[in-house]
């Protein structure tokens, strides 16, 4: 499995963003409010994550008092990063659809709640793309740097 890239994730953000703006310029008005429980139900994920990356990278590396890891377990970590990279990229750029399409009316109290918790969103999934690639960074094999290094023919 390759690492993600931060570019196709950069992509996803910018494509989804455009997309939902577009639909949200004849629907907003028709929608309700965007739910705040998003912001604290991602930082949670992300936390999550970032936490299981760190306590994964010292059994990884075998630090006195963790137990070996079971190579089966970071192949799924692995996995779960990679699928929540990629989750979060899509949601952080619908909520940034969803502030794009607001900007112009913030002197309106919807709008202007809906770019708060939008951008509030927005800033979550973008810790949560962060907490995912850190935690696949995590599980890698210590010898991966020097492979990395070496030239390919």
Same mark, same amino acid.
């Not at 992300?46 to 190579?71: C, M, N």
């Not at 989750?87 to 909520?95: D, E, K, P, Q, T």
């Not at 509030?120 to 740097?145: K, M, N, T, W």
């Given at each position: ?16 963003a455009?997309?939902?703006w ?5 629907t ?19 936390i999550?994550e970032? /936490?299981t ?24 970590? *692995?996995?779960?990063a ?7 990229? *899509?949601?952080?750029? +619908? =909520?940034?659809? =969803?502030?794009?399409?607001v ?9 202007? /709640? ?8 927005? +800033? ?15 599980c890698? *094999?210590p010898?991966d740097?020097e ?7």
């Amino acid at each position: 499995m390759k690492p993600s890239r931060p570019g196709l994730l950069v992509v996803l953000v910018v494509v989804f963003a455009l997309i939902t703006w577009a639909l949200l310029q004849k629907t907003y008005s028709e929608l309700q409010t965007l739910p705040w429980t998003a912001i604290p139900t991602v930082l949670l994920l992300a936390i999550g994550e970032a /936490y299981t990356g760190w306590a994964t990278r010292a059994r990884i590396h075998r630090k006195p008092g963790t137990k070996p890891v079971d190579p089966i377990a970071v192949a799924r970590l *692995v996995a779960l990063a990679k699928a929540t990279a990629l989750a979060g990229s *899509v949601f952080a750029g +619908i =909520f940034a659809g =969803f502030v794009l399409r607001v900007l112009d009316l913030l002197s309106l109290p919807q709008p202007r /709640y809906d770019a708060l918790v939008g951008g509030g969103s927005f +800033i979550a999934c973008v810790l949560l793309i962060c907490a995912a690639l850190y935690l696949e960074y995590c599980c890698r *094999v210590p010898g991966d740097r020097e492979k990395d290094k070496r030239p390919t023919q």
